[in-house]
Antibody, heavy 125, light 106 residues
Framework: QVQLAESGGDLVKPGGSLRLSCVAS????????LSWVRQAPGQAPEWLSY????????YYSDSVKGRFTTSRDNARNSLFLEMTSLRADDTAIYYC??????????????????WGKGTMVTVSS | DIQMTQSPSSLSASIGDRVTITCRAS??????VQWYQQKPGRAPALIIY???NLQSRVPSRFSGGGSGTDFSLTISNLQLEDFATYYC?????????FGQGTKLEI
């Protein structure tokens, strides 16, 4: 069974740092791109970052670029999100998600098919 | 950034109804659209990928359509378990963006 499990969420003060982990099981981890998505209370999800299979290609949203770092350890089936300079508006549930690709003609559509249950990050003094 | 505008933001319906939720992209994004269902306290769950492809084990009463800038999610013969919030999501380019959500209420 394909599963993703996030951990590391906590209450942290503004300006602080936190490292989130996501451990995968039930599939060949190294074959898949992975993403981080967060969702503030009562809001729509917000995509944050994705990382390629090797970790050589990483994209970030502008809201976290320069503050958050995504990495992966394929030997440990693990994805990480290093968060620094945390602000109150970073308060959210953080999800990791597996990416699949769908080929249609010349198009290659990436999409997130399986998500973890999420881990809560609260930034408050 | 590509804006994804969903409508309506909320929708009241009854068991057995047929409902359609729409999503408009601010530019042509081909078929790079997914639809997710989210229930309170749960992570979003994939329903439709690449605009019209039904995710495995999702009931056939769900269907997706559209391409370019206009997309739709239709649920036929609404069941109690379908009452949730639905989001469209584009993966045409980064930053990937979500619609603001449609809350489907009984």
């Amino acid at each position: 069974q394909v599963q993703l499990a996030e951990s590391g969420g906590d209450l942290v003060k503004p300006g602080g740092s936190l490292r989130l982990s996501c451990v995968a099981s039930g599939f060949t981890f190294s074959d898949h791109f992975l993403s981080w998505v967060r969702q503030a209370p009562g809001q729509a999800p917000e995509w944050l970052s994705y990382i390629s299979t090797s970790g050589n290609t990483i994209y970030y949203s502008d809201s976290v670029k320069g503050r958050f770092t995504t990495s992966r350890d394929n030997a440990r089936n693990s994805l990480f999100l290093e968060m620094t300079s945390l602000r109150a508006d970073d308060t959210a549930i953080y999800y990791c998600a597996r990416e699949l690709r769908h080929y249609s003609g010349l198009s290659k559509v990436f999409y997130m098919d399986v998500w973890g249950k999420g881990t809560m990050v609260t930034v408050s003094s | 950034d590509i804006q994804m505008t969903q409508s309506p933001s909320s929708l009241s319906a009854s068991i057995g109804d047929r409902v359609t939720i729409t999503c408009r992209a601010s530019q042509n994004i081909g078929s790079y659209v997914q639809w997710y269902q989210q229930k309170p306290g749960r992570a979003p769950a994939l329903i439709i990928y690449a605009a019209s492809n039904l995710q495995s084990r999702v009931p056939s009463r769900f269907s997706g359509g559209g391409s370019g800038t206009d997309f739709s999610l239709t649920i036929s013969n609404l069941q109690l378990e379908d009452f949730a919030t639905y989001y469209c999501h584009q993966t045409y380019t980064t930053p990937r963006t979500f619609g603001q959500g449609t809350k489907l209420e009984i």
